[in-house]
């Protein structure tokens, strides 16, 4: 089950990255643009594609720090199943 979900927020993550990625380019685009150039609305949307991106970069630190307390948790039970081996006479190979 923890693979299941660790794939699950990997794949939810890679999503995320392409979609910052198309954004980023979205932005570059827009900001080749002279200021001198630009209206309301090209400010508007440049500032809406940047809010955008920082959103999906939260998103994926959001992603990341559920993978780590998931790996920490992982772990966690895992040294309390070996401890419990352990005190029950039991020894485990990592081999």
Known sequence: ??????????AQELELEDHQS????K??????KEESQKDEY????EQELFNEMMQVI???DK??????EQR???KAEDQHFESFLFSR???????
């Open 63 to 68: 992603l990341v720090d559920s993978l780590e």
């Open 1 to 10: 089950m923890y693979y299941e979900s660790e794939l699950l927020i990997m």
């Open 22 to 25: 198309r954004l980023q380019q």
């Open 42 to 45: 090209d400010r508007n949307e």
């Open 72 to 74: 920490v948790k992982e």
């Open 27 to 32: 932005l570059r685009e827009k900001m080749l």
């Open 58 to 60: 939260e998103q994926r």
């Open 89 to 95: 006479g039991c020894m485990l190979s990592r081999t």
